[in-house]
């Protein structure tokens, strides 16, 4: 199926997603979006639920008594000023559809509103809309919620626009795609004194200088090679003028994985060279290690599905089976940790400086709702199609 040539529904999606643009709203706060994403859903005739995880809302189809699938499309926007002169830019001062999540909404309403009309499957589809994708956790919420007992499940699949591919093409693979995501904080005390003399106190600042190389040994040291990891110290905070050695420096940084052996041993080198680095120049130290969001890991049967379905839709030049993995995470992860399932890239084909996500510049590329729409079509025909 390609809706490319549907340019009734085109417009509509089109119409939806600047809409969405326009009026974005973060991380469970996202009150109107959700009427907005029921009323549209309640119009095509689906069973719709709002109120898992706060603002989620997940819509039925039903159409025999074949097997259930999950569709999900995230709904948050981004703290974050827009810097475009669109006609559709943020209304909300401070706040921006700086993902895409605007497209991905846009993109699900679309396969709804067409499924509804067309109903070449057998069994149930439910659409998945979840808050709070940055950050926040809203996917991991929406699970402990329960989401796959309220709306029973074989699989789940997943879809982000992705800019660094050219527009129109599609990517994905076994295993993970997106990374783990860790953040620590380590508080390092020493003894302030005055900065002229040093052998008076203990100087944090050169402790933490010291601790921010060693724990760049993790990754060529200590991880496998071939395991790619990210260690960084991305804030330091110590001291208020020149001449002061200060008490404390605090650090605070990221820390990316791909495996669970490999993130077990992220934290515990961490907490080992942490503990050795301080206590070697007298130091004491508080380390907060706090678990984030886990590897995004795609299912291989339900990938071939999927590969199958993007296939389809872009034809298979155009898709992409091997791509590099994204350090980058994304909570889908907890879904796809409760249910086998599939997340996929739709290339959009930004430009550097402009077209990136989390850029202020960002705006999502209405060329390719159709292909978004035409895969997630695809994938429930290719999964409960009933005339295949
Ligand atoms: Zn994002
Ligand atoms: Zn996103």
Same mark, same amino acid.
């Given at each position: 199926m390609k809706i490319s040539q549907d340019a009734a529904l085109v417009a509509h999606m089109t119409k939806w997603r600047r809409h969405l643009h326009a009026h974005p709203e973060t991380a469970f706060e996202e009150v109107a979006t959700s009427d907005y994403v029921r009323d549209l859903l309640e119009s095509f005739g689906l069973q719709v639920h709002q109120g898992i995880a706060k603002t989620g809302v997940v819509a039925t189809l039903t159409n025999g008594d074949g097997p259930a699938i999950a569709l999900r499309a995230d709904m948050?926007?981004?703290?974050?000023?827009?810097?475009?002169?669109?006609?559709?830019? &943020?209304?909300?001062?401070?706040?921006?559809?700086?993902c895409g999540h605007d497209g991905h909404m846009a993109m699900l309403l679309g396969a709804a509103k067409y499924l509804s009309e067309n109903r070449h499957f057998n069994g149930t589809v439910h659409f998945v809309f979840q808050p709070a994708e940055e950050n926040e956790g809203g996917g991991r919420v929406m699970v402990e919620e329960g989401l796959f007992d309220k709306f029973p499940a074989q699989a789940v699949f997943g879809m982000h626009n992705w800019p660094e591919l050219p527009a129109g093409v599609m990517a994905t693979k076994p295993g993970p795609l997106m990374a783990a995501c860790d953040t620590i904080e380590i508080k390092i005390t020493g003894q302030?004194?005055?900065?002229?003399?040093?052998?008076?106190?203990?100087?944090?600042?050169?402790?933490? &200088?010291?601790?921010?190389?060693?724990?760049?040994?993790? =990754? =060529?040291?200590?991880? $496998?090679?071939?395991?790619?990891?990210?260690? =960084?110290?991305?804030?330091? $905070?110590?001291?208020?003028?020149? $001449?002061?050695?200060?008490?404390?420096?605090?650090?605070r940084g990221t820390v990316r994985s791909f495996r669970p052996e490999v993130r077990e041993t992220l934290q515990s080198s961490i907490k080992r060279i942490v503990k050795g680095v301080c206590e070697a120049h007298g130091a004491s130290f508080d380390l907060t290690y706090n678990a984030g969001y886990p590897a995004t890991v795609n299912d291989p049967e339900q990938t071939e599905v999927c590969a199958r379905a993007a296939i389809k839709t872009v034809g298979e030049d155009k898709v992409d089976l091997n791509p590099v993995s994204s350090m980058g995470a994304e909570d889908f992860a907890y879904m796809l940790e409760a249910k086998p399932g599939c997340y996929v890239w739709l290339g959009t084909g930004g430009t550097p400086g402009g077209c990136l996500l989390h850029n202020p510049g960002f705006d999502f590329n209405d060329g390719v709702l159709h292909i978004g729409t035409s895969y997630w079509i695809n994938l429930v025909e290719e999964i409960l199609g009933s005339d295949r």
């Open positions: 948050d926007a981004l703290d974050m000023v827009e810097h475009t002169n669109v006609p559709h830019r &943020s209304t909300h001062d401070g706040k921006m559809h700086g302030g004194c005055h900065g002229a003399m040093p052998h008076l106190g203990r100087d944090p600042v050169v402790i933490a &200088s010291e601790l921010i190389l060693a724990l760049q040994t993790i =990754s =060529s040291r200590i991880v $496998n090679p071939q395991d790619a990891v990210v260690v =960084s110290v991305t804030q330091i $905070n110590a001291g208020h003028t020149w $001449n002061v050695i200060p008490e404390d420096v605090v650090l």
